[in-house]
């Protein structure tokens, strides 16, 4: 979680020992363990402090903040779903040459402030040698969403979602998109067949 960097382990670990200290555990004393209520409590504390620390100020910083709060809300419900397509959502790729001229903004400054992390080498496309773009969320923030802080898997973001996931001027289709995305993986996964001469809406 906390992307090998000491400052982020210690903020974790004070945030478990203060609540350990005001569950009334004595952590640290008497061999006393520390209950998992309060490292969960303390996680959570942890994750929200640093979705708090690390936001860019001004208007790129609010931009950010909500590109970041709609890709993470994409993750979750497709972890959440029927069928989710990835045991681990944490990880997207995208064609950058699909990207409008703000969402790449959007990705690079959100990068900066470490709330996306690149991962080197990017993703290869199944479908071409295209070599595509690839980020992980920044297991900090993990937590806050209830997504898992280990990467395994990756998302191949269409030009319609990550745009309207990264650019605000898209993003009133979002919901649009990520609803037809979760569709796929939520039961019943076959609907009913196209009312057709012959057919009158036989299931699939």
Known sequence: MSAALPRHLLVILKHIYDWSAF????PFCDSNKISIKSQKNGI??????????ARAV???????????DRLAT?????????????CSLVTFSVDPNTLTKEAKKIIELAEKWSLLIKIPGG?????????????????????????????RGTVSLKASEANAIFDSEYAGNFE?????????????????APVTKGNQGELL
């Open 23 to 26: 569950n009334g555990e004595h």
């Open 123 to 151: 993703q290869h496309d199944r479908n071409s040698m295209r070599v595509d773009d690839k980020f992980q969320l920044n297991p900090m923030l993990a937590p806050r969403w209830d997504l898992p802080v280990a990467r």
């Open 58 to 68: 001004g208007d790129s910083g609010q931009l950010i903040i909500a590109a970041i």
């Open 44 to 53: 959570l504390d942890a994750s929200e402090w640093f979705y708090n620390d």
């Open 74 to 86: 994409f993750f979750k419900d497709m972890r959440f779903s029927d069928k989710p397509s990835e």
């Open 176 to 192: 649009e998109v990520n609803k037809g995305r979760v569709d796929r993986m939520t039961a019943p996964f076959f609907g009913k």
